[in-house]
């Protein structure tokens, strides 16, 4: 079992930046990657981006690609997701999630095995 708890959203201006946290607790020695995923009202989960457990590249979302970065620190079992020049569209409650590693990037929430609780970005235009 792996638990995740997010952290660090809030309320920003159009523009502007935040950084969310995931930390891990639990099982954290297995191969997981990270992904963060985002739901705004009356819309499906959507992906956002990946990380690998050990290694290689972040994986992006079109829509946030080149205004979000995603790294994780393994020492302290967290993963961050650095957002700027945020939009009124990023709005949304953010979700970290652990998936199995692997070479092919997996995008698609029923893919990933636990799920943090979410925290709630709201950008302002």
């Known amino acids: 079992q792996v638990q995740l708890v997010e952290s660090g959203g809030g309320l920003v201006q159009a523009g502007g930046s935040l950084r969310l946290s995931c930390a891990a607790s639990g099982r954290t020695d297995s191969s997981y990657a990270m992904g963060w995923f985002r739901q705004a009202p009356g819309k499906e989960r959507e992906f956002v981006g990946v990380i690998p457990r050990i290694g290689g590249s972040s994986y992006y979302a079109d829509s946030v690609q080149g205004r979000f970065t995603i790294y994780r620190d393994n020492a302290k079992n967290t993963v961050y997701v650095q957002m700027n020049s945020l939009k009124p569209e990023d709005t949304a409650v953010y979700y970290c999630?652990?998936?199995?590693?692997?070479?092919?990037?997996?995008?698609?929430?029923?893919?990933?095995?636990?799920w943090g609780q979410g925290t709630q970005v709201t950008v302002s235009s």
């Open positions: 999630s652990a998936g199995p590693s692997g070479r092919r990037v997996r995008t698609r929430p029923s893919e990933y095995d636990y």
